[in-house]
């Protein structure tokens, strides 16, 4: 972050509700009926939730100031975190190498201390990639799925300095776009109503969707494809259809709020909630269900999203929290937040192979598999979801994303990349997500081993080797807690370059009181 943690105000503040969130918007080219050109809050704003008795803030809490935290070395022998290599990579020009043995750390004016579950790398190199491509307003999201631990939450904008980088990553200003028709399969498969492989032919609907276009015409609908490509593609019209046959609002709506629509995320930071109206009428219940207006989401949100598939069905709301050690040098840490099942695993893993076709074979394809059909990153396949819409109003910017998982067998990471960009545009959102998963993938082990370090009276160390505890191992991808496995990890990995499994829960002391912060 390169702000400090103040909310909105000012001139920033009212160009970035009032522009961003004035979404009047239309799918690739094509402009929505004059009747849809109204302000974010008009078009999914809900009723309000009644207000609850305020939870009081531990001692700590409400002074937690991301751009307070500073790198700190990992241990004695770690380097200053001051040197800079220039490179020729366009996204990366200038690389603070040393950040790759640091973790970020605030210091409280009364004492506290508190460890930040960043990774300095990660947070760095994305907004490396926002600064030097020009984006007017971007944010990324990447979560640790063992625990859904934040690696990374950047905000960047080179339109509004006024903008909070904070504000950019935990409000919903976007529209969620195609990504929603994650949650729409989501919902049709729990339903039973179809499979992945449930066909459906149509015509049209790369610009819009009119009603006529949702009415079957075998005389029209020369193109065909299931549930699967779809999502893949991002075919409107079929996932409209199918919405429009199979899925009652009740049963759309029960969805939503399962993947946390409309409801509050706890976080140590406000978090804004993520509006979405499900229409009454048949059509244009269909319409929202392909990705067309009425829901949007915060990038924190998508990356939750992302997660759920990642880790089988299962919700746990994030966290930046590390580690807090009091003035006296107590442990105050909170606890980690629940888990929730909220999908089936058999239907989180049918979507889940629908988003590896997004980057296989659909619509992030360009960005993952090079014309000779090669992958840009060697042995790790990419789960994920493009979406876009396009502003009407001036400056008509458009609202691009990209969430997803990786690796897509094993999934160690789920993440949300968002740009707002302007007509002329440099990168877009899967691009950018591209390239933080290859940061990633270098980092992959220094990322899991610097993720037990603990703060000391001498810094920030790591566990004495042959004095750490074994970490507890767990199956392919994080164990829902209904179905728990434990098995050993393997001692070693003789091919650097193989997956690494996932490994267990990290290990994190449990403070006094045992819960959690309300973070909202």
């Given at each position: 972050m390169s702000a400090p943690n103040t909310r909105l105000s000012g001139l920033g503040a009212l160009f970035f509700v009032g522009t961003l969130g004035a979404i009047a918007f239309y799918v690739q080219r094509q402009e929505v009926p004059e009747t849809h050109d109204v302000v974010r809050t008009a078009a999914t704003g809900t009723q309000a939730a009644p207000e609850e008795a305020p939870v009081a803030a531990l001692p700590w809490q409400d002074r937690?100031?991301?751009?307070?935290?500073?790198?700190?070395?990992?241990?004695?022998?770690?380097?200053?975190?001051?040197?800079?290599?220039?490179?020729?990579?366009?996204?990366?020009?200038?690389?603070?190498?040393?950040?790759?043995?640091?973790r970020l750390v605030q210091e409280l004016s009364d004492g506290h201390r508190i460890l930040?579950?960043?990774?300095?790398?990660?947070?760095?190199?994305?907004?490396?990639?926002?600064?030097?491509?020009?984006?007017?307003?971007?944010?990324?999201?990447?979560?640790?799925?063992?625990?859904?631990?934040?690696?990374?939450?950047?905000?960047?904008?080179?339109?509004?300095?006024?903008?909070?980088?904070?504000?950019?990553?935990?409000?919903?200003?976007?529209?969620?776009?195609?990504?929603?028709?994650?949650?729409?399969?989501?919902?049709?498969?729990?339903?039973?109503?179809?499979?992945?492989?449930?066909?459906?032919?149509?015509?049209?609907?790369?610009?819009?969707?009119?009603?006529?276009?949702?009415?079957?015409?075998?005389?029209?609908?020369?193109?065909?494809?299931?549930?699967?490509?779809?999502?893949?593609?991002?075919?409107?019209v079929v996932i409209a259809k199918l919405a429009l046959k199979h899925l009652s609002a009740?049963?759309?709506?029960?969805?939503?709020?399962?993947?946390?629509?409309?409801?509050?995320i706890p976080f140590e930071f406000p978090v804004e909630r993520s509006p979405a109206l499900i229409p009454a009428d048949a059509k244009e219940r269909a319409k929202v269900a392909a990705g067309f207006w009425h829901v949007d989401m915060s990038p924190l949100h998508g990356a939750?999203?992302?997660?759920?598939?990642?880790?089988?069905?299962?919700?746990?709301?994030?966290?930046?929290?590390?580690?807090?050690?009091?003035?006296?040098?107590?442990?105050?840490?909170?606890?980690?937040?629940?888990?929730?099942?909220?999908?089936?695993?058999?239907?989180?893993?049918?979507?889940?192979?629908?988003?590896?076709?997004?980057?296989?074979?659909g619509t992030a394809r360009a960005s993952f598999v090079d014309r000779q059909g090669n992958s840009y990153i060697a042995d790790l396949q990419v789960a994920g979801k493009t979406g876009s819409l396009t502003g009407k109003r001036a400056p008509g910017l458009n609202y691009n994303w990209f969430v997803g998982y990786a690796p897509a067998d094993r999934p160690e990471i789920a993440f949300a990349v968002l740009l707002a960009n302007e007509p002329k545009w440099q990168i877009k959102a899967h691009y950018a997500a591209r390239r933080l998963v290859q940061i990633y993938a270098q980092r992959r082990d220094a990322i899991a081993d610097h993720r037990v370090a603990r703060l000391t009276k001498k810094g920030v160390e790591l566990p004495v080797e042959g004095k750490k505890s074994a970490?507890?191992?767990?199956?392919?991808?994080?164990?829902?807690?209904?179905?728990?496995?434990?098995?050993?990890?393997?001692?070693?990995?003789?091919?650097?370059?193989?997956?690494?499994?996932?490994?267990?829960?990290?290990?994190?002391?449990?403070?006094?009181?045992?819960?959690?912060?309300?973070?909202v």
């Amino acid at each position: 972050m390169s702000a400090p943690n103040t909310r909105l105000s000012g001139l920033g503040a009212l160009f970035f509700v009032g522009t961003l969130g004035a979404i009047a918007f239309y799918v690739q080219r094509q402009e929505v009926p004059e009747t849809h050109d109204v302000v974010r809050t008009a078009a999914t704003g809900t009723q309000a939730a009644p207000e609850e008795a305020p939870v009081a803030a531990l001692p700590w809490q409400d002074r937690l100031d991301l751009a307070a935290a500073t790198p700190a070395p990992l241990g004695p022998d770690a380097p200053t975190p001051t040197k800079t290599t220039k490179s020729a990579d366009p996204d990366f020009p200038s690389l603070a190498t040393d950040l790759a043995r640091t973790r970020l750390v605030q210091e409280l004016s009364d004492g506290h201390r508190i460890l930040y579950t960043l990774d300095p790398v990660l947070q760095d190199a994305a907004l490396q990639i926002f600064r030097n491509r020009e984006v007017p307003y971007a944010a990324a999201v990447v979560l640790d799925v063992r625990d859904n631990a934040v690696l990374a939450l950047a905000g960047h904008s080179s339109m509004d300095p006024e903008v909070d980088p904070l504000e950019i990553v935990t409000t919903a200003w976007a529209p969620a776009a195609s990504t929603f028709k994650l949650v729409t399969a989501a919902s049709l498969l729990a339903n039973k109503h179809v499979n992945n492989k449930t066909r459906v032919c149509f015509s049209g609907g790369l610009h819009g969707i009119t009603d006529d276009l949702l009415l079957d015409d075998p005389r029209r609908d020369e193109r065909c494809d299931d549930l699967g490509g779809a999502v893949a593609h991002s075919h409107n019209v079929v996932i409209a259809k199918l919405a429009l046959k199979h899925l009652s609002a009740d049963a759309l709506q029960a969805t939503v709020r399962s993947f946390k629509f409309d409801s509050d995320i706890p976080f140590e930071f406000p978090v804004e909630r993520s509006p979405a109206l499900i229409p009454a009428d048949a059509k244009e219940r269909a319409k929202v269900a392909a990705g067309f207006w009425h829901v949007d989401m915060s990038p924190l949100h998508g990356a939750l999203l992302a997660s759920v598939f990642a880790r089988d069905g299962v919700y746990q709301a994030p966290h930046v929290i590390s580690q807090v050690l009091g003035p006296d040098g107590t442990d105050r840490t909170p606890g980690l937040p629940k888990t929730e099942r909220v999908l089936s695993k058999d239907v989180a893993e049918a979507v889940g192979a629908m988003m590896v076709r997004t980057t296989t074979e659909g619509t992030a394809r360009a960005s993952f598999v090079d014309r000779q059909g090669n992958s840009y990153i060697a042995d790790l396949q990419v789960a994920g979801k493009t979406g876009s819409l396009t502003g009407k109003r001036a400056p008509g910017l458009n609202y691009n994303w990209f969430v997803g998982y990786a690796p897509a067998d094993r999934p160690e990471i789920a993440f949300a990349v968002l740009l707002a960009n302007e007509p002329k545009w440099q990168i877009k959102a899967h691009y950018a997500a591209r390239r933080l998963v290859q940061i990633y993938a270098q980092r992959r082990d220094a990322i899991a081993d610097h993720r037990v370090a603990r703060l000391t009276k001498k810094g920030v160390e790591l566990p004495v080797e042959g004095k750490k505890s074994a970490p507890a191992a767990s199956p392919s991808k994080p164990a829902p807690p209904d179905a728990v496995a434990a098995r050993k990890a393997p001692a070693a990995r003789p091919d650097p370059d193989a997956l690494p499994p996932v490994p267990g829960p990290v290990a994190r002391p449990q403070a006094a009181s045992g819960k959690a912060p309300s973070g909202v």
